[in-house]
């Protein structure tokens, strides 16, 4: 049988998930495939460490030469989190004329025009299906299945902590510093959930999906984020009472003059398909021209379903076919530049949240202070007051530009209508 040599760097949640596959389930690979992928060489930064399982026969170093001076090795899985160590130790599996495979979204997302610009000069590809929510082949959707299409709308729920933090928060009725404790207790949370909880892991995803999707040219910075640590229990029951479920959107949109780009806690209609993606799971919603609404949903992360996605390249790449895509194919760093529409011009459906004194007036001053700005209501509800007169007013708006939508609130918040910063966010 065919026998492909291949090298791993990097040996921790997800290498091992490739180790466990590889080991448990290499036969159903070679049956399917007709190649035996063989784990020849691991580089990890301390090859002495007891593992739950080790590859039969691999050889276990933290000399990084072992696979770059091998010529056998044609493919690295690389497994390095990070972007400045990682990026090196790309880079020299890229200029040893390795193919690379990474789950690294963070180095493809902050520097990948550079490494795929190498990988070009040396004739070697990246193939990077795991970046992006984990178990699920949406890069493989977009890339091949929908390649037909213009696509006009991604829209996704790209982080499990996030997802899983909100879930909880609803079902639970708890805040949101309880649902993060308990996200980190199930493992589900780093023990710094920073990059999760405020949009960044999310954007970097959104930057490569929207690459494929819309054409060269989007940096990460160009994505307006917003976290999930700013959302309350209140939020969530606010949403709810209006039909709605608040979930962490990752929203690439195309529009005549560009492409709308944002992460953001978004409320989401409880009939869309999107608010039914619950707990750690991932959603991918994509809108294309021609096959219209397509949603892929499931884990997004996690040692199997990203190794699941690895080894998809893996095989792509030991049977040659995503060589040919990678040199005909214009994504990720080439193909036409996409221009980014600024903030002031996205248009996008709102809620807001008044809190306000329960007398006269201030429901009609709401009103026509929205009004004067150009945006329209599509719901509006009171709460009842409490025994000092305090009350909400909560309002769903019909699609504004958000420049006239932010105008409107700082005018509202500024004529003393509302006894604190109102509150708000966009809807799907
Ligand atoms: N975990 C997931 O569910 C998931 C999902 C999608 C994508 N990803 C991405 O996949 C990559 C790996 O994630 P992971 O969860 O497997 O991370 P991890 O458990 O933290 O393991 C990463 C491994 O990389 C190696 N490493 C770390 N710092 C290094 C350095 N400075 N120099 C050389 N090697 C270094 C270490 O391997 P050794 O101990 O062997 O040296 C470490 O065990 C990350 O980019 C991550 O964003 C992860």
């Known amino acids: 049988m065919d026998r492909r040599a291949i090298g791993l760097i990097g040996w921790g949640t997800v290498g091992g998930g490739v180790v466990e596959i590889l080991e448990q389930d290499g036969a159903l690979l070679r049956d399917r495939c ?43 899985i ?146 307006r ?35 709308e780009l944002r992460v953001a806690p978004t409320l989401v209609p409880l009939d869309h398909p999107l608010a039914s993606v619950n707990k750690n799971y991932n959603g991918v919603f994509l809108r294309g021209h021609a096959a219209g609404d397509t949603l892929l949903v499931g884990q997004g992360a996690g040692a199997l379903p990203t190794a699941s996605a690895v080894l998809a390249d893996v095989i792509d790449l030991a049977t040659g076919r995503y060589q040919m895509t990678a040199q005909r194919f214009r994504f990720f760093a080439s193909g036409t530049p996409a221009t980014v529409l600024p903030e002031s011009e996205e248009v996008t459906a709102g809620y807001v949240r008044f809190a306000v004194n329960d007398r006269p007036g201030v429901l009609a001053g709401i009103a026509s202070t929205l009004s004067n700005h150009g945006v329209s209501l599509l719901s509006l509800h009171q709460s009842e007051a409490d025994p000092t007169g305090q009350t909400c007013i909560e309002a769903i708006t019909h699609p504004h530009q958000r420049a006239s939508f932010r105008q409107a609130i700082a005018s509202i918040d500024s004529t003393g209508l509302t006894t604190r910063p109102s509150i708000c966010f966009g809807r799907f």
Request: overall charge neutral; glycine content about 10%; hydrophobic content about 45%.
């Open 78 to 223: 690389h497994l390095v989190p990070g972007t400045t160590v990682a990026a090196e130790v790309c880079a020299a599996c890229l200029n040893a004329g390795k193919h690379v495979v990474t789950a690294n979204k963070a180095m493809l997302a902050e520097g990948g025009d550079a490494l795929f610009a190498l990988a070009a000069r040396k004739g070697v590809a990246i193939a990077f299906e795991a970046s992006v929510a984990g178990g699920i082949p949406v890069i493989a959707a977009l890339r091949d299945g929908l390649v037909a299409n213009r696509i006009d709308l991604i829209s996704g729920i790209l982080n499990g902590t996030c997802n899983y933090i909100l879930t909880r928060m609803e079902a639970a009725g708890i805040s949101y510093g309880e649902a993060l404790a308990e996200a980190q207790q199930l493992g589900y949370a780093e023990r710094d959930p920073t990059l999760d909880v405020d949009g960044t892991d999310t954007a970097h995803k959104l930057a490569i999906l929207a690459r494929i999707a819309f054409g060269s040219g989007i940096p990460v910075s160009a994505i």
């Open 225 to 259: 984020r917003e976290g999930i640590d700013r959302v309350t229990y209140q939020d969530i029951a606010s949403a709810k009472l209006l039909g709605s479920r608040i979930k962490l959107l990752a929203i690439a949109k195309r529009r005549a003059g560009g492409i």
């Open 34 to 76: 007709g190649l035996d992928v063989q784990l020849k060489t691991v580089v990890t930064r301390s090859p002495g460490r007891a593992r739950e399982r080790t590859p039969k026969g691999a050889l276990i170093t933290d000399r990084l030469a072992a696979i770059l001076d091998d010529p056998e090795i044609a493919i690295v």
